[in-house]
């Protein structure tokens, strides 16, 4: 978990995820040269046009986060949901876009009631985006 690892069923649903959003293009779960599979042009265009907007990020808190499940909510709005949960730590998959503009205005980031801070596991390479001009 703290290594922004996601497990299909308790993170993510298999039909609700692109494999960029669990990081399987970075981790070589998904070939981009090897063609003819369900959502092949969409994964492709994602990799080739750099359009993933939503990523693994590492969750945590200064008290217990809530249950699996919580949405994570900025300025009102749904960025993602929590995943997996253990005390103050957790995973979840979120708009990185939408997060890294909280960050960038510092406005806070909830799960349920808890505060929360998030972070791109660090072996990606991966930064928050912080304005629309840097998502492409």
Same mark, same amino acid.
């Given at each position: 978990?703290?290594?922004?690892?996601?497990?299909?069923?308790?993170?993510?649903?298999?039909?609700d /995820?692109? %494999?960029?959003?669990?990081?399987?293009? !970075? +981790? =070589? *779960?998904?070939?981009?040269?090897?063609?003819?599979? @369900?959502?092949?042009?969409?994964?492709?265009?994602?990799?080739?046009r750099?359009?993933?907007?939503?990523?693994?990020?590492?969750?945590?808190?200064?008290? /217990?986060? %809530?249950?699996?499940?919580?949405?994570? !909510? +900025? =300025? *009102?709005?749904?960025?993602?949901?929590?995943?997996? @949960?253990?005390?103050?730590?957790?995973?979840?998959?979120?708009?990185?876009?939408?997060?890294?503009?909280?960050?960038?205005?510092?406005?806070?980031?909830? /799960?349920?009631?808890?505060?929360?801070?998030?972070? !791109?596991?660090?072996?990606?390479?991966?930064?928050?985006?912080?304005?629309?001009?840097?998502?492409?």
């Amino acid at each position: 978990m703290l290594a922004g690892i996601a497990e299909s069923g308790s993170d993510f649903a298999l039909q609700d /995820a692109f %494999p960029h959003d669990v990081l399987f293009d !970075l +981790t =070589g *779960g998904v070939s981009f040269r090897k063609g003819c599979y @369900v959502g092949q042009e969409v994964v492709s265009r994602m990799q080739h046009r750099g359009t993933a907007r939503r990523r693994v990020v590492v969750v945590t808190a200064d008290a /217990a986060l %809530p249950a699996a499940g919580t949405e994570l !909510l +900025t =300025g *009102g709005k749904p960025i993602g949901t929590l995943g997996t @949960v253990a005390g103050n730590r957790g995973l979840a998959i979120v708009r990185i876009d939408r997060a890294g503009e909280a960050i960038a205005s510092a406005t806070p980031i909830l /799960a349920g009631e808890t505060a929360v801070s998030l972070s !791109l596991p660090s072996w990606t390479g991966l930064a928050f985006p912080t304005s629309a001009a840097e998502e492409g």
